[in-house]
């Protein structure tokens, strides 16, 4: 397990384990739904790409089958939902709530990201959440910068307020809290961030 700061380390086994406990009967209906809707597997495991480049095992619930989304599937992601058991990742070690986004080996190739430039990346756990994921970040070049942001100026402080945009995602949708983050007077959170 990568060596982390206690106090990140913490959160991190705090509100995975809250978020597992508040989240599960939600997560038994998403289950069920997947099942009924389009049979098993419930879970999507793909490798990914975490702290020092080592491989792990991202797990997410199922939202496509044969290339394309099912119907609970375009409700688990439009919500952000068939994010949730990836706190059993936090709870493991492998990602932390909040981080770059956990990229697959062919992402990292196909973006270049490759280089001794680019290690600061690796340098940290990868998140559920982080900036350039609440930012919607439209390249990987933005995507790239946001993390690099976070990665220098991360603290709980700015942990917490993206945990809690991520929430606010989860409960009124992606589209609907983008709109009111990126609303003129709003854009400063954004900058602050």
């Not at 998403?30 to 009924?36: C, K, P, S």
């Not at 942001?149 to 983008?178: E, M, T, W």
Request: proline share 5%; hydrophobic share 45%.
């Amino acid at each position: 397990m990568p060596s982390i700061p206690l106090r990140k380390r913490l959160f991190d086994l705090a509100g995975s384990a809250a978020g597992l406990l508040v989240f599960s009967p939600l997560m038994a209906v998403a289950a069920a739904a997947i099942v009924l809707d389009d049979g098993w597997p419930v879970l999507f495991r793909q490798e990914r790409v975490g702290w020092k480049r080592r491989a792990f095992t991202i797990l997410k619930f199922r939202s496509m089958r044969d290339g394309q989304i099912t119907r609970v599937g375009r409700i688990l992601r439009a919500t952000g939902l068939d994010e949730l058991p990836q706190f059993i990742n936090v709870l493991r070690g492998e990602m932390s709530a909040v981080g770059p986004r956990p990229l697959t080996e062919s992402d990292v190739i196909r973006l270049g990201w490759t280089a001794p430039r680019h290690d600061f990346r690796w340098r940290v756990l990868p998140g559920l959440t982080g900036l350039a994921q609440v930012t919607e970040a439209g390249s990987g070049r933005q995507s790239l910068c946001l993390d690099r942001r976070y990665v220098s100026r991360q603290n709980l402080a700015l942990d917490a307020r993206l945990v809690a945009i991520s929430f606010a995602i989860n409960a009124l949708g992606k589209h609907r809290v983008r709109q009111l983050l990126v609303r003129p007077r709003r854009r400063d959170v954004l900058v602050r961030l």
